[in-house]
């Protein structure tokens, strides 16, 4: 299946809520509309932060990608986060989220990006497969976090 990659719009947002939800739900995260809603704005209106892109095949929204930029001396430079990585049920299984993979990190190396992250569930093990035949590798460093706002 082919699929093209759009910067999401403010009027993609009720698609972009939904599959937002759908994903969190798969990993039982919990999932806040508004917070996203913010977030999702912010993002848009602030390209400094990072981009996000809805998938597409045909005219229809099929998934999303968000993508978060930061700095770091370790690795040379400017560096971004895939934050978010989704696809309908229907898309999964049919080398989109290859294709997707292979977009992100052509659009990255144009922004001047010296290195992408991402996180994935340890369980996850289709994602861990697409991630890792596309050269994603761990380290022995442990990603930790600490929310602030509680």
Do not use: C
């Not at 082919?2 to 999932?31: G, I, K, R, T, W």
């Not at 010296?114 to 460093?141: C, I, M, P, Q, T």
């Amino acid at each position: 299946m082919s699929v093209h990659f759009q910067p999401a719009q403010p009027e993609n947002l009720p698609e972009f809520l939904s599959m937002m939800e759908d994903f969190y739900a798969l990993f039982d995260y919990p999932f806040n509309p508004e917070s996203a809603t913010k977030s999702y704005y912010e993002l848009l209106n602030n390209p400094a932060l990072g981009r996000v892109w809805v998938i597409q095949s045909d005219s229809q929204i099929i998934g999303y990608i968000a993508l978060v930029f930061g700095f770091s001396f370790g690795y040379g430079g400017r560096d971004a986060m895939l934050d978010e990585l989704y696809l309908t049920a229907d898309s999964r299984g049919q080398g989109i989220g290859n294709q997707t993979m292979g977009f992100l990190e052509d659009q990255v190396r144009l922004m001047g990006i010296e290195a992408l992250h991402l996180e994935v569930e340890s369980d996850n093990l289709k994602a861990l497969d697409l991630y890792k035949g596309r050269g994603f590798k761990g380290s022995n460093r442990i990603f930790l976090t600490k929310k602030l706002s509680e």
